[in-house]
């Protein structure tokens, strides 16, 4: 069984930044693409940003390109994102989730990731 657990949430101000950490549990962490969604209250999750198995390759949705960074460690068996020039638009319950398939490429498709974490909640105030 895979267990996900976000951490480093928290109230931040417009321009602010935050880093979260997602720790992963079992032995095959780093044969799976991870990524980070969120989700505003009356809205669908969304792809934030997504990592391959390798960490070689990372991909973003427009919405945070140039302002959010994504990185894993395989040998920690963790995923980061770290968000920077925060905007009130940002705030959203942010979810790390493992790609369903080995070695695959990130998508931006939830139901294409398999096991999730419960979340952690990120606010920007304007």
């Known amino acids: 069984q895979v267990q996900l657990v976000e951490s480093g949430g928290g109230l931040v101000q417009a321009g602010g930044s935050l880093r979260l950490s997602c720790a992963a549990s079992g032995r095959t962490f780093s044969a799976y693409a991870m990524g980070w969604f969120r989700q505003a209250p009356g809205t669908e999750r969304e792809f934030v940003a997504g990592?391959?198995?390798?960490?070689?390759?990372?991909y973003y949705a427009d919405s945070v390109k140039e302002r959010f960074t994504i990185s894993r460690d395989n040998a920690k068996n963790t995923v980061r994102l770290d968000m920077t020039s925060l905007k009130p638009e940002d705030t959203a319950v942010y979810y790390c989730?493992?790609?369903?398939?080995?070695?695959?490429?990130?998508?931006?498709?939830?139901?294409?990731?398999?096991?999730w974490g419960q979340g952690t909640q990120v606010t920007v105030s304007s």
């Open positions: 990592i391959s198995w390798s960490g070689g390759r990372s």
């Open positions: 989730a493992r790609k369903t398939e080995l070695y695959a490429t990130p998508t931006y498709s939830p139901q294409e990731y398999d096991y």
